[in-house]
């Protein structure tokens, strides 16, 4: 079974400090990562994908095979990053996305 | 954003009662899917479509009925809604094709559903 976990539930930091969201996930086939961000209660947008290897915002993430992780990091947290932040896996078929539980993210001025 | 809209996007209803949520989308993607998110477990799936009147269950289906007459609606019901189905329903689409196909699923905006 595919499973997502996200161990931080909540991540205070101050703004100008560098911000690292953990993710680690379990599945046997190759994954599909992906970490989506949600403003207050407005809808899940797409932040990364791993196989873009891009950074959005100032975000980025890498894939770690080995230690089965996609750390989501940002070097200087500014105040408009708060949000909730979900990390999602999945294996290419019909049945979607596994989403963590997220981690609320606030950024302290 | 993707053309997808959920409706209603805020119902109060009283246990006991029928309830249906409508996910509509103009993008014509194949696959469509009903999450729940509560505070502590996140995104769960209820259930998801891979086409017309093809539908599956997700992790949480018990409660739930889905249904798919056309490509561009994926309707949501409770037949008997109980205060554990209180939530926050999401729709998402998914496009599944191409080689562009990367697995992204584009959510719609919500809807807040309270059981009394």
């Known amino acids: 079974a595919q499973r997502v976990t996200q161990p931080e539930k909540l991540l205070s930091v101050f703004k100008g400090a560098p911000v690292e969201l953990k993710c680690n996930y379990s599945?046997?086939?190759?994954?599909?990562l992906f970490w989506y961000v949600q403003y207050s209660r407005q809808r899940l947008q797409l932040l990364l994908r791993h196989i873009s290897r891009e950074s959005i915002k100032g975000f980025t993430a890498d894939l770690n095979k080995g230690e089965t992780s996609f750390h989501l990091k940002k070097p200087f947290a500014q105040e408009e990053d708060s949000a909730m932040y979900y990390c999602a896996l999945g294996g290419g078929g019909a049945d979607g996305l596994t989403f963590g539980k997220g981690t609320h993210l606030i950024i302290q001025p | 954003d993707a053309g997808i809209t959920q409706s209603p996007r805020h119902k109060v209803t009283e246990t006991g009662t029928p309830v249906t949520l409508r996910c509509h989308q103009t993008e014509n993607h194949r696959y469509m899917y009903w999450y729940r998110q509560d505070p502590g477990h996140g995104l769960r799936l209820i259930h998801y479509?891979?086409?017309?009147?093809?539908?599956d269950k997700g992790e949480v289906s018990d409660g739930y009925s889905v249904s798919r007459s056309k490509t561009e609606d994926f309707l949501l019901t409770l037949e008997s809604a109980t205060s554990s189905q209180t939530s926050v329903y999401f729709c998402?689409?998914?496009?599944?094709?191409?080689?562009?196909?990367?697995?992204?699923?584009?959510f719609g905006e919500g809807s807040r559903l309270t059981v009394l």
């Open positions: 998402a689409i998914r496009d599944g094709a191409g080689i562009s196909n990367t697995g992204e699923l584009f």
């Open positions: 479509s891979y086409g017309v009147k093809d539908t």
């Open positions: 599945y046997s086939g190759s994954p599909e």
